[in-house]
């Protein structure tokens, strides 16, 4: 008993310590000499450090990295706690006082609620628990809040003209000019819309095409192939692989990109995109399908779902809820061709990005083709190598030290 609560204690005290050496001190991640052997903790805590420090620099897509958080976390909430996470983006002293005090006892207790769930209440077996939700956590949102955080300190210190392609324009454009496989795009200068049963000039909308300096893209609606639609549901919208993948070429003096994860967003019925889909992991070296995850717990908000909300992730699945189809087992067909295709755009279009996270659909019209890049990329809970991907973000990390002190 004794023991455990002084892990518990000595945990809490080096991470504590550890974001005063990098907020207050100056400290360098390459030289900390906090979790010296532990990687996955200490680029962990780093990224946790990485939200204050980069606060107020401005951020690829944002006029800064606190406006960025606020969008992109206007709809995420701890589970069980039905408060949006953009609530810490508005002020710095709540992000330091949620992260130095709050964040601990929250581990604490999901410690507690994994141990109860898995019957295994000895203080020893709390206090692993807890170092893990405090310092190596593996949950899908700590992962994307790593990517994330690369991300916009890479192109803080960089400055690279690559992020340009997550705007959804200059990838489509970028894409057509160095062919890299996009989706088709239509060409006509304005496109009109009229309502079958409006007059007198109501009714009617007008859409300027992107290509000719217009704010629209416009594009024919693609629809699923035959393979993927004798998997899904009837009426599910067109449904895509999220496919990661990691360059060395954001790093002065190297190169070569990596697939690290794929993950099928099978739409529900019904439903306009794949937004609202369930996931099922594949095997990057097989293309053949996993189990069904889910993450749907991080996304109740409100009061009323923070009573309602699950703690801890629902079960794996291997089939789907609308029609009963069992996923697991299945191959997708060429998929070395397919992860080929998220290869190349990488090489192609941002090979200076670290990682990005690519939407591949398999259509019917246009075979397989890329919706659009995310550079902030969420591995939604796909499989991949932790041990190469923990050495890849160390190294970018020490990179983009080197690199911020060349700008002061």
């Known amino acids: 008993m004794l023991g455990a609560l002084l ?3 000595s945990d809490s005290a080096e991470y504590q310590k550890a974001l005063i050496y990098y907020w207050f001190c100056g400290g360098s991640f390459k030289d900390s000499p906090y979790f010296r052997e532990r990687l996955k903790a200490s680029v962990h805590v780093f990224g946790v450090a990485l939200d204050l420090k980069l606060w107020s620099k401005a951020h690829y897509r944002k006029p800064s990295y606190r406006a960025d958080l606020a969008d992109n976390l206007r709809n995420v909430a701890i589970p069980g706690t039905g408060v949006p996470l953009s609530t810490l983006a508005h002020f710095r002293i709540a992000a330091w006082g949620f992260y130095v005090f709050i964040n601990p006892g929250l581990c604490f207790l999901a410690a507690l609620n994994d141990s109860r769930k898995r019957r295994q209440l000895w203080p020893s077996d709390i206090a692993k628990a807890f170092r893990e939700h405090l310092l190596e956590p593996n949950n899908w949102y700590n992962f994307w809040r790593i990517n994330s955080r690369l991300a916009a300190w890479h192109g803080y210190v960089t400055n690279s003209e690559d992020y340009r392609a997550e705007n959804k324009w200059d990838f489509l454009k970028w894409g057509e000019e160095r062919g890299v496989k996009v989706t088709p795009f239509l060409k006509e200068p304005k496109l009109v819309c009229k309502h079958k049963n409006e007059e007198g000039g109501m009714g009617i909308e007008f859409f300027k095409n992107a290509v000719h300096g217009g704010d629209w893209i416009i594009q024919w609606a693609l629809s699923n192939d035959n393979f993927l639609t004798e998997l899904l549901p009837s009426e599910a919208p067109l449904s895509t692989f999220r496919v990661i993948t990691a360059s060395w070429g954001g790093i002065t003096g190297k190169s070569g990109v990596k697939a690290l994860s794929c993950v099928l967003r099978a739409g529900r019925q019904n439903a306009s995109t794949d937004h609202s889909a369930v996931m099922f992991n594949v095997d990057t070296k097989t293309g053949i399908i996993g189990q069904g995850l889910s993450n749907a717990h991080w996304y109740r908000i409100g009061l009323w779902n923070a009573f309602r909300c699950p703690w801890t992730p ?13 996923y697991e087992g299945i191959q997708i067909p060429d998929f ?3 992860l080929q295709t998220c290869i190349e755009a990488h090489e192609k279009l941002c090979p200076e990005v670290p990682l990005a996270g690519w939407d591949l659909a398999l259509t019917k019209e246009a075979g397989p083709c890329l919706l659009e890049a995310n550079l902030s990329c969420n591995f939604f809970k796909g499989s991949f190598d932790q041990n190469w991907y923990f050495e890849f973000i160390r190294d970018y ?12």
């Open 7 to 9: 892990q518990i204690c």
């Open 397 to 408: 990390f020490v990179f983009c030290e080197q690199q911020e002190r060349r700008l002061k």
């Open 336 to 338: 070395q061709a397919k």
């Open 314 to 326: 629902p079960p794996s699945f291997t089939k789907h809820p609308d029609n009963g189809k069992s």
